[in-house]
């Protein structure tokens, strides 16, 4: 759970920047969702948009596979993104799309003994949850 809400954390501190390459993103995600992050971000920062606002979430872990190589995690998450927005860097208006309830999953995987990443996020449309 300390590395999905570590993702979340990096994300939220990235998107007030845009910082794409920002450490964090990394500590906490690999492969699949690092490369989802990475490319939102980038889009933001070459739009010249930054993140303003707070996002929630109440994960639960819906189920865990210690058996697997590696051993994994699952997450399932209702975001909260209403309070939160992309603006123009300059000042000037951006239509940014309304935020709401989002179902989102994830997977977090064990890479090394005591260390987890989420390997995989799918962020679902306003009104999944």
Request: hydrophobic share 35%; glycine share 10%.
């Amino acid at each position: 759970m300390d590395a999905y809400r570590g993702m979340w954390k990096a994300y939220i501190e990235a998107v007030r920047i845009p910082d794409p390459r920002y450490p964090d993103l990394a500590r906490y995600s690999q492969g699949h969702a690092l490369d989802l992050w990475v490319t939102g971000l980038t889009s933001a920062e070459e739009k010249g948009l930054v993140g303003q606002g707070d996002v929630t979430s109440n994960p639960a872990v819906t189920s865990v596979n210690p058996n697997a190589t590696p051993p994994t995690v699952q997450i399932r998450d209702c975001v909260e993104t209403s309070k939160s927005r992309l603006v123009k860097q300059d000042g000037s208006p951006y239509q940014d799309t309304p935020g709401g309830k989002r179902l989102t999953t994830a997977t977090v995987a064990q890479i090394s003994e005591g260390a987890w990443k989420v390997t995989q996020v799918a962020i679902h449309g306003v009104g999944t949850c």
